[in-house]
């Protein structure tokens, strides 16, 4: 079974699961389709969009009991996508926001337009208080479809990245799925996760993804992107190695 690293499943809280109905049916067609662990990851914009992890925890029990009564074997854990911010290191501190199921691993979120000024510090100062930033898919980002090395530099200092599995099917372009087949092949991607918002188009289906790898990258082993690394967040483990695929 896969698991899921960034999924807005949540019931009506940002833009995913408009209602519970809608969180289910999703819960649904990840499982039909391999995934059995899913972290919820609803966004959370400073000053915009933020939701208390107690709301998040809350809802992630609520769904997971809708999930016992419809029989779905799909777990679903909390976390959010924090958007990048100079206060982020702040918020982290003050217990303002949810690390992906209560670890060390935080998912952050950068413009797609381009990377602040403020990132280093940011990243920096949050892997001095332990944390260990994820970066949600930097494929979209224009800065990196311009210049990938960035991210082998981000890599190399201990930052981990995750691409959608909707860059890798073209659902974004062809840019897009160029930077993000580019990426995995130079092993500086850790996670593929479906950044799912609906029971359509951007769906918790990770299934089409897995396809086009397994054509494009046919000595690669998938079993790191999407499961052992996911699993270490889900348990606060290390992830070892630098995300360069198994030939």
Do not use: W
Not at 38 to 56: D, K, M, N, R, W
Not at 99 to 118: D, F, K, Q, R, V
């Amino acid at each position: 079974m896969f698991v899921d690293i960034h999924a807005h499943i949540l019931p009506g809280i940002d833009d995913g699961a408009k209602d519970m109905e809608t969180a289910v049916q999703m819960l649904k067609i990840a499982c039909r389709n391999g995934t059995g662990h899913i972290i919820a990851t609803p966004h959370y914009i400073p000053g915009e969009t933020q939701y208390h992890p107690s709301l998040v925890t809350e809802l992630c029990s609520k769904l997971n009991m809708e999930a016992e009564k419809e029989a779905i074997p799909c777990t679903v854990y909390p976390g959010s996508e924090i958007f990048i911010s100079p206060d982020l290191p702040r918020l982290y501190a003050d217990n303002q926001v949810i690390t992906l199921n209560h670890s060390s691993y935080l998912l952050i979120e950068m413009p797609m337009a381009g990377i602040p000024t403020y990132t280093d510090s940011v990243l920096y100062e949050l892997q001095l208080m332990g944390v260990t930033p994820i970066i949600a898919h930097p494929e979209r980002n224009q800065d990196i479809i311009e210049e990938p090395v960035i991210i082998k530099k981000l890599v190399e200092r201990g930052i981990l990245t995750q691409i959608n599995a909707g860059s890798v099917t073209g659902l974004y372009g062809k840019k897009v799925q160029k930077t993000a087949l580019k990426l995995i092949k130079q092993g500086l991607v850790h996670f593929i996760a479906s950044d799912a918002h609906t029971t359509h188009t951007r769906t918790p289906d990770l299934s089409m993804a897995i396809h086009v790898l397994r054509k494009k990258m046919r000595r690669m082993s998938l079993d790191g992107l999407l499961l052992n690394n996911g699993l270490n967040v889900i348990h606060n483990k290390k992830i070892e190695g630098d995300g360069i695929p198994d030939a």
